[in-house]
């Protein structure tokens, strides 16, 4: 566990964490601009130290800070790999000097396959004879992303890691991102306001408001408790998993299953009998009493709605079963009363196809 206590004081800004957290997962930080996430994140680096009233930081079994018993481990000592905002690479060295820092300045020598494998993962195999001036900002952010990954013996710490980087290369890392945390066993805590990242990496969540954390919680929870603020927000995002089945040549679309389901989505082609994460916003997914066969919608799933709440004075959440999860719909009031919706009534969720992403990943 990575147990944590901070009570600090920015001026007149305040931030306070009380928190165990699983270092076996990946742990993703959400909130506003200015809600205390980087300073959280400072603060397990073993930053800013002046501002602190209370700070007790233990990895497993080694305690890194306790400004009481005036323990304090170097930041250096901590086995942090760092990936900031700001990114900051040596403007001096070559990508490949860049990426090798991490191990020259702990004195480890670098896995010559470790670092190919890496390299070709995030696609910056032909960069490490360039430097930074030479580089987009996505190239930048990459190069940034392995040499943090380099660092990290321990803990992986990722601030905004894919701010930068084009959907061209975005669903590939985050699945590379998965797959080590799993492969290195090496938890991770990432910051993003990118509801679609959190879908597809997040375990475990916690939201942040005013340097308080408001949520916490595995990210299946958080992320269908319509009580909170988290699913509230009008980018919710659910998250279907489906096997695709094939894809249709003349109608350029996927079809995919899942356990009772038949769905369609994306114009490019899948591949068959893959898994994807399917990512469906909240606000597209339509409420039908019965099931619709002469409508443009295709994808139409049987669902039982479990809870509801009004979150505003025109507008209802409403959480449904649906297979072995959750999913969360948005409607307005006047739907909502017009048809007369009930706890445990059987309906029918209906999203376009044009309205989801798929995300491919391995199966393992």
């Given at each position: 566990m990575l147990n944590i206590k901070l009570d600090c004081l920015f001026d007149d800004f305040s931030l306070q964490v009380d928190q165990n957290l699983p270092t076996q997962q990946i742990v993703?930080?959400?909130?506003?601009?200015?809600?205390?996430?980087?300073?959280?994140?400072?603060?397990?680096?073993?930053?800013?130290?002046?501002?602190?009233?209370?700070?007790?930081?233990?990895?497993?079994?080694?305690?890194?800070?306790?400004?009481?018993?005036?323990?304090?481990?170097?930041?250096?000592?901590?086995?942090?790999?760092?990936?900031?905002?700001?990114?900051?690479?040596?403007?001096?060295?070559?990508?490949?000097?860049?990426?090798?820092?991490?191990?020259?300045?702990?004195?480890?020598?670098?896995?010559?396959?470790?670092?190919?494998?890496?390299?070709?993962?995030?696609?910056?195999?032909?960069?490490?004879?360039?430097?930074?001036?030479?580089?987009?900002?996505?190239?930048?952010?990459?190069?940034?992303?392995?040499?943090?990954?380099?660092?990290a013996t321990k803990i992986l710490i990722l601030d905004e890691p894919l701010s930068a980087i084009g959907e061209d290369h975005r669903p590939q890392i985050m699945q590379f991102i998965r797959n080590f945390q799993k492969e290195k066993q090496i938890p991770i805590i990432f910051s993003s306001h990118n509801r679609v990242e959190h879908a597809f990496l997040t375990d475990y969540l916690l939201t942040f408001k005013a340097g308080v954390i408001e949520q916490s919680g595995t990210y299946e929870k958080i992320s269908t408790d319509i009580n909170g603020n988290f699913s509230q927000m009008s980018d919710a995002i659910n998250h279907i998993q489906a096997e695709v089945v094939e894809f249709e040549i003349e109608n350029h679309v996927n079809c995919l299953k899942t356990a009772h389901h038949q769905l369609w989505a994306g114009y490019q082609p899948l591949n068959t009998g893959s898994l994807v994460n399917l990512e469906v916003r909240a606000q597209d997914i339509s409420i039908f009493l019965g099931e619709k066969t002469d409508t443009s919608i295709l994808n139409s799933l049987r669902v039982k709605i479990v809870d509801f709440k009004e979150i505003s004075r025109h507008q209802y959440i409403i959480k449904l079963a649906f297979e072995d999860t959750y999913l969360i719909a948005f409607i307005t009031k006047k739907s909502f009363t017009t048809l007369n919706l009930k706890i445990d009534q059987q309906v029918f969720a209906m999203f376009k196809s044009v309205s989801v992403l798929p995300i491919s990943f391995k199966s393992e």
């Open positions: 993703g930080l959400f909130g506003a601009s200015g809600c205390g996430k980087s300073r959280f994140i400072r603060q397990l680096l073993g930053f800013d130290h002046h501002f602190q009233n209370e700070t007790y930081i233990q990895f497993n079994e080694s305690v890194w800070q306790n400004l009481q018993s005036k323990v304090f481990l170097k930041t250096q000592h901590r086995g942090i790999g760092y990936l900031p905002q700001t990114i900051d690479l040596f403007p001096h060295l070559s990508v490949r000097k860049n990426i090798e820092f991490s191990c020259i300045n702990s004195n480890r020598s670098i896995d010559e396959y470790w670092l190919s494998r890496l390299c070709f993962e995030l696609d910056i195999e032909h960069l490490l004879k360039k430097t930074p001036s030479q580089l987009s900002g996505g190239q930048k952010q990459r190069v940034a992303l392995a040499r943090a990954i380099i660092a």
